[in-house]
């Protein structure tokens, strides 16, 4: 079963705009993760935030986590032609496993 | 550099013909995982291996087999492929001390005619 819900499922902004995708999630979690998959490539890991954190930076992403409201978000900012991207958070469920959201296609026009 | 690798990254088979997906590891990870992805929407896990332990999910068709010979290399077999097996498969790996953060090969695009 899906763990995670993303909102929005499509962006498209003009590059050097912020893009802000959001992620919500139904169990309590130990840790979320956010991913990047390019068209037709395998995905890649973006950042990881703790369930103990309440945001995390690295680069020009930032994530935040609100357990409470079992959401999280992740921003880019000062976005890029080559941040054209789907992008997915992923949490543990049960052992070993992680379970993806629906993803958001970002889109980055010139 | 260490990395996960798929072969082949295109495959084509006959509907009802066997294929087989391979991957394989060189950051010796314990675990391994098979993804399947249709287009616009999230990986759906197949099923995994903690070093020789097989976990299956549950909704996954029995018509999906997998095989790990050793710690490098894990193998998805397709019994009888239908048209709705056309899909992207991802290959994956993790460590539990790395928060099971996963390491994806490009993935297998798989045509069934």
């Known amino acids: 079963s899906q763990q995670g819900e993303e909102d929005p499922q499509a962006l498209s902004i003009q590059e050097g705009e912020n893009a802000t995708m959001n992620c919500s999630y139904k169990t309590s979690i130990n840790n979320l993760q956010w991913y990047r998959q390019n068209s037709g490539r395998g995905l890649v890991h973006l950042i990881l935030i703790r369930s103990n954190e309440r945001e995390k930076h690295s680069g020009r992403l930032r994530v935040t986590l609100d357990t409470s409201k079992k959401s999280s978000s992740l921003l880019i900012t000062a976005s890029r032609a080559a941040d054209t991207a789907s992008y997915f958070c992923a949490s543990i469920q049960g052992a070993q496993k992680l379970v993806f959201g629906q993803g958001t296609r970002l889109t980055i026009n010139p | 550099d260490a990395m996960v690798i798929q072969n082949p990254r295109y495959q084509v088979t006959q509907f009802g013909k066997p294929v087989t997906l391979s991957c394989s590891q060189t950051l010796n990870h314990n675990v391994m995982y098979w993804y399947q992805q249709k287009s616009s929407q999230a990986p759906k896990l197949l099923f995994h291996?903690?070093?020789?332990?097989?976990?299956n999910e549950a909704d996954t068709p029995d018509n999906f087999q997998s095989r790990r010979p050793n710690t490098s290399f894990c193998f998805l077999d397709i019994r009888s492929p239908g048209l709705g097996d056309a899909a992207m498969y991802l290959c994956?790996?993790?460590?539990?001390?790395?928060?099971?953060?996963?390491?994806f090969g490009p993935g297998t695009r798989l045509t069934v005619t």
């Open positions: 994956a790996t993790s460590r539990p001390d790395r928060d099971y953060e996963q390491y």
């Open positions: 291996y903690y070093d020789k332990d097989f976990n």
